[in-house]
């Protein structure tokens, strides 16, 4: 499955607000998140959103955050891990048609809102939210002590309606961004889209790198993450497809420490070789969609060995494009 967003249809629509200031909505339906992903799940909740407003007459508005919470609530923490970005996430929300789409500043002082002040201070008195649509198990407020029972008093006390969606299950699995990182970190690339709905997609800049795969045969672009907290797949060997200045471009892709020719095992990286392109791109950004895992990362007895195998992974590549 490609990875394409389109955002011309959706700019001249979408409201974008960075806090609450210059927000207005009529009768606002309202969806709250952290979004990560943006994955079948959440479009679930915005389709219901949007059925909604349809219905009502209403605008329909998802609430999210910037930065992630635990950025905030654990800055020590260094293992949050995120399937988007703040980017990518505005640009899959917005191809899903909302009305409006709110990214609200989550500061230290935000995290010790209760979920009764919260409702009350942001919801309900500077949005005039009509109705909220939440998640299974979606939870918010200080200590995330703000469930759909709380929420549903909330309502009855200041006059707005509270709608929970069922789980949504996929292959008898119920789809969560907790999921589908599991599927990454083992490299079950296949499962993560599923759930995705789209093909996960990893951006970066070229830097310099050994050029060894240039005497190989196989130039790579070696690519340093546009965010380190962006999640990148188990190490391996990927068939992906390589957006470069708004062309799209088939290649394999490989993550790991190199093991053939790196003796340090401490250093990860992400180099992709280009099927039918040479151009320079060094300092160029670029973006990856992983398409299927190949292979993992395997030491060979020498170069020649190595090369080989790069034969058999680029046909095995074309094969899976071919598909």
């Not at 943006?38 to 930065?67: D, Q, Y």
């Not at 800049?205 to 340093?224: S, Y």
Request: hydrophobic share 40%; glycine share 8%; aromatic share 10%.
């Amino acid at each position: 499955m490609a990875f394409l967003i389109i955002f011309a249809f959706y700019f001249i629509y979408v409201q974008l607000h960075y806090g609450l200031d210059n927000f207005k909505a009529f009768s606002p339906v309202v969806t709250i998140g952290t979004f990560d992903g943006v994955h079948l799940g959440h479009r679930e909740v915005i389709e219901e959103l949007r059925r909604i407003t349809h219905e009502t007459g209403g605008e329909s508005v998802a609430f999210t955050f910037f930065p992630h919470p635990r950025m905030v609530v654990s800055p020590e923490e260094d293992s949050l891990r995120l399937l988007s970005t703040k980017e990518e996430k505005i640009g899959l929300l917005e191809e899903l048609g909302l009305d409006h789409l709110v990214i609200y500043p989550f500061t230290s002082e935000f995290a010790k809102l209760s979920h009764t002040d919260f409702v009350k201070d942001v919801l309900v008195d500077r949005m005039h939210l009509v109705k909220l649509v939440t998640g299974y198990d979606h939870k918010f407020g200080h200590d995330r002590k703000g469930d759909f029972q709380a929420l549903q008093h909330l309502g009855q006390m200041f006059g707005f309606e509270v709608e929970q969606l069922s789980p949504l299950l996929v292959e008898n699995v119920t789809v969560s961004s907790t999921k589908i990182r599991q599927a990454l970190e083992t490299g079950d690339i296949g499962r993560a889209n599923h759930f995705l709905g789209y093909d996960y997609l990893l951006k970066g800049k070229v830097v310099e790198g050994r050029r060894l795969g240039r005497e190989l045969g196989f130039p790579t672009a070696n690519i340093l993450p546009e965010d380190r907290h962006k999640m990148v797949p188990a190490n391996g060997v990927y068939a992906v497809f390589v957006h470069v200045d708004g062309k799209k471009y088939q290649g394999m892709l490989n993550v790991g420490t190199r093991p053939t020719v790196n003796s340090n095992v401490d250093h990860r990286s992400i180099e992709v070789n280009i099927f039918g392109f040479s151009a320079d791109i060094y300092g160029c950004d670029i973006a990856v969609s992983f398409v299927e895992r190949i292979r993992d990362e395997v030491k060979f007895e020498g170069l020649d060995k190595l090369r080989e195998q790069l034969e058999k992974d680029k046909t095995r590549t074309l094969s899976i494009f071919a598909k």
